[in-house]
Nanobody, 115 residues
Framework: QVQLVESGGGLVQPGGSLRLSCAASGSIFGIDAMGWYRQAPGKQRELVALITNIGRTTYADSVKGRFAISRDNAKNTAYLQMNSLKSEDTAVYYC?????????WGQGTQVTVSS
């Protein structure tokens, strides 16, 4: 089992920045990729960004150029730096870890972009 704990969410004004963190613990050996997903009210959960264990990244078109995912393997932590935030970025953000044995999810952290 892998436990994932997100932090760093909150309320921010449009144009502002936030940095989310996801700390992994438990059976972390063999994690192939870590990612961030988000789910807004009334919408399906969607991929925001993904990073593999060799550092290859993937981003949703809606966040390219504004968000950056990174990973500190020594700390077993993934990060999502979010800049130039927009109201449409408002959602619950979930951390995800993928192993050959399955996928694991954190409990989510709320990000609200509003003036």
């Amino acid at each position: 089992q892998v436990q994932l704990v997100e932090s760093g969410g909150g309320l921010v004004q449009p144009g502002g920045s936030l940095r989310l963190s996801c700390a992994a613990s438990g059976s972390i050996f063999g994690i192939d990729a870590m990612g961030w997903y988000r789910q807004a009210p009334g919408k399906q959960r969607e991929l925001v960004a993904l990073i593999t264990n060799i550092g290859r990244t993937t981003y949703a078109d809606s966040v390219k150029g504004r968000f950056a995912i990174s990973r500190d393997n020594a700390k077993n932590t993934a990060y999502l730096q979010m800049n130039s935030l927009k109201s449409e970025d408002t959602a619950v953000y979930y951390c995800n870890a993928i192993k050959p044995t399955g996928a694991y999810w954190g409990q989510g952290t709320q990000v609200t972009v509003s003036s």
